[in-house]
Structure formats: C-alpha cells, structure tokens
C-alpha cells in the first residue's frame, strides 16, 4: 500500500526555471512532512521540512506548500540550477518517526 | 558528510545465503533505523533500534532481524536470501535532540545484489 504518492516520476527544466513536485498522502496521523533529496551514489539528505499546522515554508530557493484538507504537499525548486539535478523524495512521518517516502522524482536540470 | 558509514558498500549473494550489513552512526544518535531503496523506488522503513531495542518494524518478514550495540553500531541480518532482496540498504541515525521532525541522517548504503 503506497501511502504517499508523487509525481511527476521525472521533469527537465531549464536552468533558472521553476521544478515542482507534488505529493498526496492518505493517513491523517502523519506529523511532519519532510523532503530529502539524493545524488547518485549517496543516502538521502532532509532538505526541508514542514508541519502540518503551517500553510507554507521557505528556505531559499526551496519552498514547501501544504494544503492539510486536501493531504497535499509540494516542493517548488525556485531559479532552478544545474546543481539542483537530483532525486527528490517527498515523505511523512509518523508516530516513532517511522518515515513513509514517496517514489522519487528526477530532476534534470539543462545548461 | 552525515557520519554514517556503512559496509560493505557492494555485495553480491546467491539466493538462499545469509548476509550482514554494518552501520556506524555519529556518537550520542541512540536511534538507527535501516532503509530498503529498490532500484528507482523510494526507500521503504524495514525496523528502528533504540538503546539496543527494536522499537518498529516495517511490513518486512521475520528473516530480516537486525541489532544495535552499546556504542549505537548496528547491524541488518537477512536470511534466505530473494532476488527481491536486491536493493540499496540505507542506515539512518538520529540524535535525540533533534525533536520530533523527521530528519535522519543517511549512510550512502549497501548495495545488495541477489543472483
């Protein structure tokens, strides 16, 4: 049972330009709602996190929008770069932090 | 750098053998939990260790066992193994000041090849 679904599975966009990720997720006792991503050959690292009370969270170029009534969640890749080519995982935590991850999106970014 | 090193960092096994994989994590992370990333998948949540304890597990079946020592090291056991079992194993730890917000700190994992 995939209880937190993403997509796109892959988007290219051209440098400067704006990546956004969508997940929905389905079991209401999720408390916190953190994004990792990970380079080729690497463990996943958290790049930003949101709680569930909190509508929007920015960090940089990194912006999380969460809509808590319709179970969705976002993560918009601002001025995207080439540096920013990676996988991206949206996940959910629950009780124990015990994570849920989503299925990944590629991220290409073009020169 | 996450200070979780784990090893080996690529292994190959036949189905029906036994592997072990070893996780070291930063000093004072009492909690470690391990990580099956399929090829092109997101990882899925096998089991959690707290001071020495398992204190959750995934929808893994028995033959997956793990343990964690008194200096926080850990280690996966999977027996019989699958071609299924081929996948990344990822070692995560947490410290206990970190708060309630789902951050883990990775390894760069095993690499798990079943023939």
């Known amino acids: 049972q995939q209880q937190v679904k993403q997509s796109p599975q892959s988007l290219i966009v051209q440098k400067g330009g704006i990546s956004i990720i969508n997940c929905a997720y389905e079991n209401t006792a999720f408390d916190y709602f953190p994004w990792y991503q990970q380079f080729p050959g690497k463990g996943p690292a958290l790049l930003i996190a949101?709680?569930?009370?909190?509508s929007e969270k920015k960090e940089g170029r990194f912006t999380i929008s969460f809509n808590k009534s319709a179970k969705q969640f976002s993560l918009h890749i601002m001025d995207s770069q080439p540096g920013d080519s990676a996988t991206y995982f949206c996940?959910?935590?629950?009780?124990?932090?015990?994570?849920?991850f989503g299925g990944g999106t590629r991220v290409l970014v073009k020169p | 750098e996450t200070g979780v090193t784990q090893s080996p960092t690529h292994l190959i096994k036949t189905r029906g053998q036994q592997v072990t994989l070893r996780c070291s994590s930063q000093?004072?992370?009492?909690?470690v939990s391990w990580y099956q990333q399929a090829l092109g998948q997101g990882p899925q949540f096998i089991f959690q260790y707290y001071r020495e304890e398992e204190n959750g597990r995934g929808n893994f079946p028995p033959r997956f066992s793990g343990l964690q020592f008194p200096n926080y090291s850990s280690e996966l056991n999977v027996n019989a193994l699958e071609l299924d079992d081929s996948a990344l194993y990822l070692c995560?730890?947490?410290?206990?000041?970190?708060?309630?917000?789902?951050?883990?700190?990775f390894g760069e994992g095993s690499r798990l090849t079943v023939l």
């Open positions: 000093s004072g992370h009492n909690t």
């Open positions: 949101i709680r569930p009370d909190v």
């Open positions: 996940a959910a935590k629950a009780a124990g932090n015990k994570l849920t």
């Open positions: 995560a730890s947490r410290h206990p000041g970190q708060g309630d917000t789902g951050e883990l700190f």
